[in-house]
């Protein structure tokens, strides 16, 4: 993509092919973080989130906080719930002009997560923002989640989430 994209001269059309690239190399992470693992078929979700947030948003000046609990999710739910973050947070980066971005992934009860993505930028219009989560909610629906956008200044998105039955907390 990388490649292709450099043969480009419309910057709409390049900048498209570089969210896509992002993605690719968010997905591609997180199976080489379930490959290093013990079990293929799950990843340490935590520790993944803090480094693609931390990926993302290098170049910022935005203050970042993560608070992510450690939690083993089947790649079924972990590959959606990484494009989701993926979407939310480089959204963030590159349109809403915060001080202060928040991630974070905590247990709700013993079978639900939520991850919430929030800051405190100008927010977007209604039409922004319905475009905005189309991706959201098309992976939250892969998910069966319920997605929350909390309206107001900054950006304020949740997504609540049944775990599979290993994931359960203990």
């Known amino acids: 993509l ?7 001269s419309d910057p709409f059309v390049r900048a498209m092919f570089a969210k896509a690239e992002s993605r690719i190399r968010a997905v591609a992470r997180l199976h080489e ?13 935590g520790a993944y989130l803090r480094q693609l947030v931390r990926d993302l948003t290098a170049a ?3 203050i970042v906080k993560v608070d992510a ?6 790649i079924e739910q972990a590959a959606p719930l990484a494009l989701i973050a993926h979407e939310l947070v480089s959204n963030t980066v590159e349109h809403a002009d915060a001080n202060v971005l928040s991630v974070s992934l905590r247990y709700v ?6 991850l919430n993505v ?3 930028g100008q927010g977007m219009g209604i039409a922004d923002q319905a475009a905005g989560l189309e991706l959201v909610a098309l992976l939250a629906d892969q998910l069966r989640a319920s ?3 909390r309206p107001g200044s900054g950006v304020d998105v949740s997504v609540t989430f049944e775990l599979y039955g290993e ?3 203990k």
Request: proline content about 0%.
């Open 60 to 62: 910022e000046d935005t």
């Open 2 to 8: 990388a490649f292709q994209a450099a043969r480009l």
């Open 69 to 74: 609990t450690e939690v083993a999710l089947a």
């Open 33 to 45: 973080s379930a490959y290093a693992s013990a079990d293929f078929s799950e990843v340490e979700f």
């Open 147 to 149: 997605l929350y956008s």
């Open 167 to 169: 994931e359960k907390a």
């Open 118 to 120: 929030a800051d405190d």
């Open 109 to 114: 009860s013993l079978d639900q997560l939520c």
